[in-house]
């Protein structure tokens, strides 16, 4: 089982910049593929970045596609997610994820379903 704990949320003005955190604790950090998520009130938890193994490649959703970077330092087993040029549309509460075992955590792609556990998520609001 791994244990996930996001931080660097907070409120920041559209056009601003944030970076989160996520430690990972409980299963060896660099061996499987890890995501970000995120959900807006009122709507599903969706999709937003995810990173291999490595860190040598690295998937986004379109609506943060060259705004917001992923990446991993895995001898400190963090998980870390840039988010540049933020919008309003960005508020959510960001979740950290791990594959649902180790099986998942070698594809690539990830698929949204190949993740099963979570953080207790970050609040990020921009305000316009």
């Known amino acids: 089982q791994v244990q996930l704990v996001e931080s660097g949320g907070g409120l920041v003005q559209a056009g601003g910049s944030l970076r989160l955190s996520c430690a990972a604790s409980?299963?060896?950090?660099?061996?499987?593929?890890m995501g970000w998520f995120r959900q807006a009130p009122g709507k599903e938890r969706e999709f937003v970045a995810a990173?291999?193994?490595?860190?040598?490649?690295?998937y986004y959703a379109d609506s943060v596609k060259g705004r917001f970077t992923i990446s991993r330092d895995n001898a400190k087993n963090v998980l870390y997610l840039q988010m540049n040029s933020l919008k309003p549309e960005d508020t959510a509460v960001y979740y950290c994820?791990?594959?649902?075992?180790?099986?998942?955590?070698?594809?690539?792609?990830?698929?949204?379903?190949?993740?099963?556990?979570w953080g207790q998520g970050t609040q990020v609001t921009v305000s316009s």
């Open positions: 994820a791990a594959p649902k075992s180790e099986v998942y955590g070698r594809r690539w792609p990830p698929g949204a379903t190949d993740f099963g556990s």
């Open positions: 409980g299963r060896t950090f660099g061996s499987y593929v």
């Open positions: 990173i291999s193994w490595s860190g040598g490649r690295t």
